[in-house]
């Protein structure tokens, strides 16, 4: 059972910067894409990056891209998200979630109703002045 537990998160200015964290156990991070999702008060939950199961492809929501990137450091099996130039609107529960995957692709998964096997509980981002 993959169990992943989010850090991380935090009140920050607009303009600013924070580095999400997503530690995995208890499976193979290779053997898992990993996503980023966030959701905003009364907003649906959205998928805002994912990567690979081997690391090799990674994608963005609109919104984002340019601004947030996506990283992994296999050995310490942990999922970074590096969250630049954050803007209010940006202010979520950002969760990180797994998948079982032998695809090395992960687009489909920033699709609307995208489905995930394992889920963190989130942590909250809040950027406001």
């Known amino acids: 059972q993959l169990q992943l537990v989010e850090s991380g998160g935090g009140l920050v200015l607009p303009g600013g910067s924070l580095r999400l964290s997503c530690a995995v156990s208890?499976?193979?991070?290779?053997?898992?894409?990993i996503v980023w999702f966030r959701q905003a008060p009364g907003k649906d939950r959205e998928g805002v990056s994912c990567?690979?199961?081997?690391?090799?492809?990674?994608n963005y929501v609109d919104s984002v891209k340019g601004r947030f990137t996506i990283s992994r450091d296999a050995a310490k099996r942990v999922v970074y998200l590096q969250m630049d130039s954050l803007k209010p609107e940006d202010t979520a529960v950002y969760y990180c979630a797994a998948d079982f995957s032998l695809s090395n692709a992960c687009a489909r998964y920033l699709q609307p109703g995208a489905g995930m096997n394992f889920w963190g509980k989130g942590t909250l981002v809040t950027v406001s002045s």
């Open positions: 990567i690979s199961r081997d690391g090799s492809n990674r």
């Open positions: 208890g499976g193979d991070l290779n053997d898992h894409a």
